[in-house]
């Protein structure tokens, strides 16, 4: 089992992210959500693409990278960068 754990001096790209999001599946099965959790987060990600092979480049294009424009839109406004 291998997390994709953020630090400070990760970049926000879009391969990050796609690594960030491959920490789904494993917390779906450490067992650390409760049922509702776990039922929820399948039903999402398994419509979305993520859990379903066939369609991962589907979700990774489709979230993965906006998710980093957007973040790296976000972080780049001065009254943000403070958070």
């Known amino acids: 089992m291998k997390l994709c754990l953020p630090n400070t001096y990760d970049t926000l790209s879009e391969q990050f992210l796609w690594e960030w999001y491959s920490n789904i599946p494993i917390e779906i099965d ?11 987060l399948s039903k999402y990600y398994t419509e979305a693409g993520l ?18 424009a957007a973040l790296s839109f976000l972080l780049s406004i001065p009254a943000l960068q403070g958070l």
Do not use: D, E, M, T
């Not at 450490?30 to 929820?40: D, P």
């Open 30 to 40: 450490v067992g650390f959500l409760n049922k509702r959790q776990i039922s929820y």
């Open 51 to 68: 859990l379903r092979k066939w369609k991962s480049s589907f979700f990774r294009h489709h979230y993965s990278r906006p998710f980093a």
